[in-house]
Structures are given as C-alpha cells and as structure tokens.
C-alpha cells in the first residue's frame, strides 16, 4: 500500500513537473528565440530554404544559389512546416513559432524518454532539466539548428513505444515507433542514422534486459551475453520486423536525398571545421563545442558514471554515452579518426556526438538531482553537515549554473558570431529596380545574414551558404565555405574570391554588394568599380559588359519523386499526430503505462562529494575565468604584453582603447592622437588591413625602461604585407606605458588644393518606359585598339601580354578575355586579373598580362589559335589613374633592377592606394611581363611620397612565340594591331595605378 501511494505521487508530481517545464520552456525561449536567432550559424539557411517551398512547393530544384542546386539535398520537413506557418506570420516569426513549437515537443519527449529508466518524478525534473541544459540552449541560441531538435525531439518520443514492442511484442507499440521514427527521418537523415547506434540499439539492449529480470542478475562477462543473445534470438521476428521497417521507411520517405547523393556524390576539399580541432591548441574552438555543452555533464561525471555502469540494463547507454564523449572531443586524440575513419572525420561535424552524450546523459543527471534535492543523498547530507550546509551548497551551485545559462543566452555579446544587423529592404529595392536581377550578385561581409537576404528577393547569387550543395569548381577545389567570408578563410578564401571577382562574366556576376572594405583594394583592381552607397551605407560595385543571366537547364528529376518530396514528409507528421491522439484517447487507457521501477537509494560518499562540489567549483570557476578575460586581465603587465594588447586594440579599430597604452601626460591627448592618426594613418595597411601575426624582440629591458623591436604581418585582400618597427616603453606604478612616437609633420606647401576634375555621365534611359531598353536609349560602343598581342613562355608557363589604347574621346571600361582553341577542339577562357587598367580615360592606354598556366605546346592539347577579346563599354568612374609619377634606376643588374619612385598627389582628396603598373620589354619592344606594385601608405592631398620598387626582370629568359596565330576581335569584330604605336627606348616603363577611396565619381 506504500509503495502505491508513492507511485502515485511521483505521478502526479512527475506531470506537474511537466508542466512547470512547459511553461518554463516557453516563457524563457519562447520570448528569447526572436531575439537571438539573428546572431545563430544556421537559422537564416533554414529560412532560405523554408522561403523556397513557400514558393516552389513542389518544385526542388533553387537557381538563386550557385548557378541552381536541388533542395533534396537536405530533408524537407522542419522546411516545409515553416513555410506553411510563413503563409501566415513574417518568416522569422515563422521560424520562431516553429522552434518554441517543437522545443516543448522536446521536452515532452525528455520527459518519456526518463521515464524509461526512473520514476515520473525523475522524468519530470528531467523536463525542467531540458529546458536549461547547455547543450540544447546553445544548439537552439548559438547554432539555430532547428532540424537537429526536430529529429531528436521524435527520435525521443519514438523511444519509448520501440521499448514496450520489444517487452510485450503488442504490434501497436510498433507502428507508433515507426511513426515517430518516420518523422526523425524526413527531419533530419543524420539524427536518424547515428540514432539507429547511439539510442535505438542501447533502447532495445535495455527492453530485451527488463523483459527478463534474472538476466541482469548474471556476471557481464559469464552468462550475460550468451543469455543475452538467446534472448535476442527469441525475439528476433520483433527486432528484424522493426529493422527492416525502420530502414524500409529511412529510403522511401527521403529516396530523392538518397538518389541525389548517389548520382550526384559531394567531391570537395573538406572545410575545416573547427569541432575538428584539437581543444588543447585551439582553446576557443573546446570552449565553443565541447565545455559549453557539457560542462554540466563533466561537473556530474562521477554521479553519471555509478548510475551508468551500476546495472546491466544500461549497459547499452554506458557504451554509447562514452563513444559519444570520445567522438565529440575531435582531434584532440587521434581515437576520433581512427574509430570514424578519415573521410566521415572530415565530413561530419564532431560536436554532434557531445550534443548527443549530454541528451544520454539528461535521466542520469536528474536521478542524481532527485536524490540530492529531495532523496538519500539530502538525508546523508544534513544528517552529517546540516541543513543550512546542504541549502548553501545547493543554491551556490544552482545559482552559478544559471548565471552559467545567462553567459550562453549572450554569447553573441561576448564573442560576436555575426556581423551587425544589415537593414536589407535598400539592397532588395536595388535588385528590384532596372532590371538589375537579370545578373547575379555577391555579399562580402554580411555573415549569414546574405541567407536572409536571399530569402527576400528572387535575385540569385553566386554564393551561397549550404556547402554540401557546392559545385562550382573554383569553390570545391579548396576549403572554402563561401565567399562572403573569404578574409577569415587565408589564402584559400582569397583565392577562391579572386578567382569569381576575374571570372564574373563566366557567371554573369555584375554586383557586388560590400560591408567591409577590407575588400575593396581587391575589387578596385579586379576591375569593379564603385556605383553607389545605399541608404544602409553598404557599398554597391559593378563591373560593365558583363552578359545577363543565361538559362540553365535545371537537373532532371522524376515528376513523381517531385510530388512525393511535396507529400510525404508533411504526411508522416500528420499520421504521427493522429495515431498520437488515438493513443491517448483509446490504446492508453488499456495498457500499462511504461513506469521503470528502478531506483538507487545509496551512493558511494566519494560520488555524493564530488558529485556535490564539482558542479558549484566548474561553474563558478567559469564564470570568474570569463569575467577576468573580459575585465580584469593585466594588459599591462609586461612590454610585451603591452604591445600585444595595443596591436589587438588598433586591429578591431577600438582607438580609443588603444591610446590607454600611450604614456599619459598633457603633452599627448586623445584628441592629439585621433588627429595625427587621422593625418599619418591610411593606406592599405592601417585600413584595409588584418593583423595575422606579431613577433616581438626584445632590444633593451631595463627595470623601468624597454626598447622593443615588432615585426608584424598583415593579411590584405592583395596579398600578405610586412611591417618593422621599434617601441619605447616606460614602466609607471607597476604598468607598462609606450612612449608617443615623435611625429613628423609633413604640410603641403599649398594652403589651398584646387584641382578639376573632368567628370562623365551617361544619363541611361531617355524614354520613361518599363521595357529594358528603347532604340533612343542605345549609344554607339566606344572604340578601342590594340598596339600589340603576345604570346610569352617564361619556363613552362605561358602569358599573353600586350598593350591597348582607348582611342576615343569618352572614359571606357574594358573586358579582356583570351578564347584558347586546342588541337583536340576543346575551349578555354581567360581573364587578366589585376595587371591592367580596366577603366581608362579619353586617349589613354594601358598594358596587360593574361596569365594561361601549364599549356601543352604539343600533342591534343597543344594551342591551335588564340583569340583576344575585347569588349568596351562608357565607363563613368574609375578611370583617374593616380599622382604624377617620376622614377629613376637606382642599380640596375642582370636580372633584379631597383627603382627610387616618387609619386605626387594633386588631388582634392587622398590617394588611397598608391599603385604602380611596371611593364617590361624585350629587345624588339615586345611586352614580355607586366606587374602591379602598390605602396602601404596612402598620400595626402598636396604632398609627395618617395618609394623603393625592387623589380625582377624576365626578358633574357623569355621567349615570345610566333607560331600560334592571335586574333584580335573588338566587340565581336575583326580587328588589326594599329600602326601609330607609341615608341618607347626604355625596356621598364611605368604607369600610376591608384586607388582613390574619396567617392569622386559618386558626387
């Protein structure tokens, strides 16, 4: 009669903790998530592709990504749930409502899944549990991967019906397991894969064992596994059955996912991931994957591990609780590697197995709370230290976990993981106006935000932000995620960028969209030119004579796997809902309902006091480590350390912080340094510029006095640059100071700057007119002609180089491409990339380096003929070159040749970028090489800079092929090298090449 009414009291208090965890569930995330899901990795890809089945419900294949990719890539139903919620409320509320809606179906499932192994009550702390469980907070408010919840939450539903089939063999069980696991399936494939291992084996192991209590009585490595599997043996119609189904549903629901990997297989370089990484080295990469979502689980390691291993029924859990902590530490040890082998270490992202663990781990946890809270071990405790010991020791720890869960709510805060919020409706009114989607554009700088963005408009874009839908050779062939990012992504990211910005007219990509001018250097000599700054202040650039969009052929897929892709998913939910109903109206009221019956009464001492002070000194050495990172560390404890901290500040642009370091005194005030930074800084160091690496030397360490020598390398979008200089530092009252720099004042000898500035404008349309283009509107092509077109070998490698003017009497932008025609009939295409003029002036010229590679000179692929091709268009910007330019040799050797250049700045505004193009030709006056120098500092207005150019020359060692004709072609007709070319007795010529920031051409 006790034991009864203690069953129905932890019932009744097993529900009503469920309810207070519903409740908690949507008052805490339900009102944060529309807050947070901005800052998240994922949520915008979510819903971009929720956003395509608004629109294409049944059609999978989405053309504004890449060039078009098939959206069966990725299973449909967290997607097409959001988009019919979209059909009502805004997108993002959409996204919302969908994610606190299947939240509160996570918890419910939690709360079943407890309730397999303990009491009601256990499973009802377990809830609340869920609801500030790091791991899931984080997955929900850091990742925003709502797909990855919607699998686990059915996947845990779906548990405890699989349990009862395999106990009583009651064919009902089974067909709601399968409903629930119909739906794991069409979530998310990986949820449903790996959960087949890591909870539906352990979820069997433990039915086959409780369904015969005396097998768990037996020694683990006597009778146990042999009864175990005569067991297994018996019960075999039930587990083949269930198996068989289980895989028949995981084809049929998603084949088109299966069919397109098949045919259309991932082939790319693997994009390092930073779950992957080894937590000793890369100390941010354990923070983020690995110690926020488990540190609960560390903190109650000893706790879990006695209730995990005590019984023979959780001997499956044990087994996939440790594989999953192991799998989740990523390279920290080599046994990930080993145990997944090396081509699923590199695909899969690690920190899904820690995720998994901590959900494992959730009935363990709350069994051991239950106790501590309420049970044996609060009853050993205040009998040996008193109440008042076990009240502070449980609120301490309590009280540090949820300041614990505050940190991850504002983990954007503290580490930001998106740039600033992007106002989009000025870009989408762009793409709207002039016809202006019938190109593609590109995002730098805009984080995952460039998903929204793609969500509002049917404009396409040549990036994209779902990797694993990737094609494009110039994205597969490196570690490239996507182009919006490529600064954080080194050399690889670079290149990949470098490569579409030279490539645009390949894909027809015209604009660019910039929130970060770290990029600009690159687009101004890839040839893009600034058009306008929208009303967000994002900068839009344009590249002229690119062709629009052309038709691609989507990739085929049957109309009838179309439909089902529509269908079913949606399908399986519904059946899940209403077999649920069934079952809770009808099929419940007859069964006994799953209540585990084991609990654990006695803990080891040593579990109950590391179990007890652990959690209160991990969570609160955590929290002091971070507000000592953030606010209390010594910045000034040692030169280096000084110098360090200075460079860190000046890198994030926080001057203000950075001038703290200066000595203070009267002489040298912020408003002094902000203004003779204003005047020594600029150019493509201080501002188009990222710290990479800093190497400081020690010259002279007195007690209160250093001489420090730093050497620092920086990342730009045009390369790496170096930079050495020298500091003097000043200890004051135990902290380190740098001394001010002696600043050396440089006035123009003029007090007013006049300059005039012949400006164009083409005025567009002259007809008000819907239609793309009227015969009024169309203007003649400006004409343009080649003095020379060579064909150079340098080793092994060949270029095209030569020199063209722009003969008429407007600005001109230039597209310059070479079409290769080999032996074997094959084509090639070929752009120049940053070794020319791309926009010129009335009358100017400029010269150029295609580069081709490895080129066979013989057998199939040996070059038949070349063609150049040249399209000009009006150009209304770009094309002021720079200063007046002047140099003379300073030594002059075989095969290096050093140049002392001076170049001044008559301009209004200054010149950015101080760049120099270098031709150099050969005994005949035959362009062999061309290259472009720039200088790291900018020049003000009225004042001159003098510079080194160091430069190689090639031209003993090159060789100027003949045998392989060239045509010229200039805007698709024939043309001839003109005949006035321009005679020039120097063999190193040079021409200004300046990047001007001042948005002259945009007044």
Not at 430 to 449: A, E, S
Not at 528 to 542: F, H, K, P, S, Y
Not at 789 to 797: I, Y
Not at 855 to 869: C, N, V
């Amino acid at each position: 009669m006790k034991n009864q009414d203690h069953m129905l009291w932890s019932e009744f208090l097993g529900k009503r903790l469920l309810l207070v965890a519903l409740s908690l569930g949507l008052l805490t995330h339900g009102i944060i998530v529309y807050f947070t899901l901005p800052q998240t990795y994922d949520a915008y890809v979510h819903m971009f592709f929720a956003d395509h089945y608004s629109r294409f419900w049944f059609e999978p294949w989405e053309y504004r990504w890449y060039t078009g990719f098939l959206t069966i890539s990725y299973p449909p139903l967290v997607h097409q749930l959001i988009a019919l919620i979209s059909k009502i409320f805004p997108l993002k509320i959409a996204f919302a409502i969908y994610a606190i809606t299947i939240f509160e179906a996570l918890i419910l499932g939690v709360y079943r899944f407890t309730k397999m192994f303990y009491s009601k009550q256990t499973a009802g702390v377990a809830a609340i549990l869920a609801v500030v469980l790091s791991s899931l907070v984080e997955t929900l408010h850091v990742y925003g991967q709502v797909p990855t919840l919607t699998g686990l939450a059915f996947l845990l539903n779906a548990l405890p019906f699989l349990y009862q089939y395999l106990k009583t063999s009651d064919w009902r069980y089974l067909i709601m397991a399968l409903a629930f696991i119909a739906v794991t399936v069409s979530s998310h494939h990986v949820t449903a894969i790996f959960g087949m291992v890591f909870f539906i084996a352990p979820a069997m192991l433990m039915a086959l064992v409780d369904g015969n209590p005396e097998l768990g009585k037996k020694s683990l490595f006597g009778k146990f596994i042999p009864e175990l599997l005569v067991l297994a043996w018996k019960k075999k119609k039930e587990i083949l059955f269930f198996g068989f189904s289980t895989i028949f549903l995981a084809i049929a629901l998603i084949f088109p996912y299966w069919y397109w990997s098949r045919t259309d297989p991932i082939t790319q370089v693997s994009i390092p991931h930073g779950s992957r990484d080894n937590f000793l080295e890369e100390t941010s990469s354990g923070l983020v994957f690995y110690i926020i979502p488990l540190l609960l689980i560390f903190a109650l390691l000893p706790a879990i591990s006695f209730l995990i291993t005590k019984k023979k029924r959780h001997l499956g859990w044990a087994v996939s609780f440790f594989a999953c902590l192991l799998l989740g530490s990523g390279g920290t040890t080599p046994l990930p590697k080993m145990l997944l082998g090396e081509n699923a270490f590199n695909i899969l992202t690690l920190d899904r197995f820690g995720f998994w663990a901590s959900i494992i781990a959730i009935p363990y946890i709350s069994h051991f709370l239950v106790s501590f809270i309420g049970g044996s071990i609060k009853n050993y405790w205040t009998g040996k230290y008193g109440e008042t010991s076990h009240f502070l020791i449980s609120g301490l720890s309590g009280f540090s976990y949820l300041l614990f869960i505050i940190y991850i709510f504002h983990l954007a805060s503290f580490r930001p993981l998106q740039p600033k919020a992007v106002e989009i409706e000025p870009i989408i009114n762009f793409l709207n106006r002039d016809d202006h989607m019938r190109w593609r554009y590109l995002t730098l700088g805009f984080g995952d935000q460039m998903a929204w963005l793609s969500s509002n408009t049917l404009a396409a874009t040549i990036d994209g932000n779902y990797h694993s839908a990737r094609r494009l050779p110039e994205m597969t062939s490196r570690a490239v995620e996507r182009l919006e990012n490529a600064k954080y992504l080194m050399e690889d990211g670079m290149a990949s960028l470098n490569d579409f910005l030279t490539l645009a007219e390949k894909y027809q990509l015209k604009y660019v969209f910039s929130n970060d001018r770290y990029y600009d250097p690159l687009l101004f000599y890839s040839g893009w030119n600034r058009t306008i700054r929208l009303e967000n202040g994002i900068m839009v650039w344009e590249k002229g004579n690119i062709s629009t969009i052309q038709p691609i052929k989507p990739t085929e897929l049957n109309p009838m796997l179309k439909k089902l892709w529509g269908i079913l998913p949606v399908s399986t939910l519904i059946v899940a809902m209403g077999l649920t109903l069934v079952y809770l109206f009808y099929f419940k009221k007859t069964q006994n309902e799953l209540i585990a019956e084991e609990e654990v009464s006695i803990y080891p001492k040593t579990i109950i006091h590391t179990s007890a002070w652990i959690p209160f000194i991990l969570f609160s050495s955590f929290l002091i480590y971070q507000i000592y990172e953030l606010l209390l560390i010594d910045e000034q404890k040692d030169p280096a350390t000084t110098i360090y901290s200075h460079f860190n500040h000046l890198d994030f642009q926080r001057f203000e912080d950075a001038f703290q370091f200066f000595k203070p005194g009267p002489a040298y005030s912020l408003d002094q340094y902000l203004l003779e930074k204003s005047v020594s800084d600029g150019g493509l160091l201080p501002s188009f510029a990222k710290l990479d690496h800093l190497e400081i030397d020690t010259l002279k360490l007195e007690e209160n006095s250093a001489k420090m020598r730093i050497h620092s390398t920086w990342r730009t979008s045009l390369g790496p640059r170096e930079k050495e200089e020298e500091m003097n530092l000043e200890k004051i009252e135990n902290k380190w100071f740098i001394l001010p720099p002696q600043f050396e004042l440089e006035i123009p000898e003029e007090q007013v700057i006049t300059y005039t500035y012949t400006l164009f404008k083409k005025m567009g349309k002259r007809v008000v007119s819907s239609f793309p283009t009227v015969k009024d509107d169309r203007i003649k092509k400006p004409f343009a002609g080649f003095y020379q077109a060579n064909l150079v070998q340098v080793g092994e490698e060949l270029n095209l180089t030569g020199e063209l003017i722009n003969a008429d009497n407007i600005p001109v932008t230039l597209a310059l491409k070479a079409i290769l025609t080999f032996e074997n009939d094959s084509i090639a295409s070929f752009f120049p990339q940053r070794k020319i003029h791309y926009n010129l002036a009335p009358k100017a010229s400029t010269w150029f380096e295609i580069p081709l590679g490895l080129q066979a000179l013989s057998g199939d692929a040996k070059i038949k003929s070349i063609s150049l091709e040249l399209e000009t268009d009006i150009s209304e910007r770009g094309y002021i070159r720079g200063g007046e330019l002047t140099y003379r040799v300073l030594s002059d050797g075989s095969q290096n040749t050093l140049f002392e250049a001076s170049m001044k700045n008559p301009f209004t505004g200054e010149i950015t970028i101080p760049g120099v193009l270098i031709s150099e030709k050969d005994s005949l006056g035959r362009i062999v090489q061309v290259d472009l120098w720039t200088y790291p500092k900018s020049i003000r207005s009225g004042l001159e800079a003098s510079f080194e150019i160091p430069f190689q020359k090639i031209a003993s060692k090159s060789n100027v092929l003949n045998q392989i004709p060239i045509q010229l072609k200039i805007n698709g007709q024939d043309r001839q090298l003109l005949e006035n070319q321009p005679t020039s007795k120097e063999s190193i010529s040079f021409l200004p090449h300046c990047f001007l920031s001042q948005e002259i051409y945009l007044q």
